[in-house]
């Protein structure tokens, strides 16, 4: 297992932008984002491996930029042009590796969440 701590959540405006970050305890091969809004079941929304390959769901391709600093064992989640329906709980997910879509496979461990509200 290893232990991750987002930050960076907060409210923000429709349009507006925000950067989540997650602190890993060590280097993990496959790191992603996930979010759960309330009466949804948990989406993936975007991962990265250690190549360096990202993997977007369609609702935040082309707004959302998912990036890891592997010397400091950090993932970044730069959202832009927030939407309403952006608003969620934000977790931050690691395994052994990134499967297609936006899935993490092996033994995945999971932060806590940072809550992102994006109001009209």
């Known amino acids: 297992q290893v232990q991750l701590v987002e930050s960076g959540g907060g409210s923000v405006q429709a349009g507006g932008s925000l950067r989540l970050s997650c602190a890993a305890s060590r280097r993990v091969s496959c790191m992603g984002w996930f979010r759960q809004a309330p009466g949804k079941e948990r989406e993936g929304v975007a991962t990265?491996?250690?190549?360096?390959?990202?993997r977007y769901s369609d609702s935040v391709k082309g707004r959302f930029t998912v990036s890891k600093d592997n010397d400091k064992n950090t993932l970044y989640l730069q959202m832009n042009s927030l939407k309403l329906e952006d608003t969620a709980m934000y977790y931050c997910a690691a395994g052994l590796f990134c499967l297609p879509g936006t899935s993490i496979g092996g033994s995945t461990s999971w932060g806590q969440g940072t809550q992102v509200t994006v109001a009209s």
């Open positions: 990265v491996d250690n190549t360096g390959r990202t």
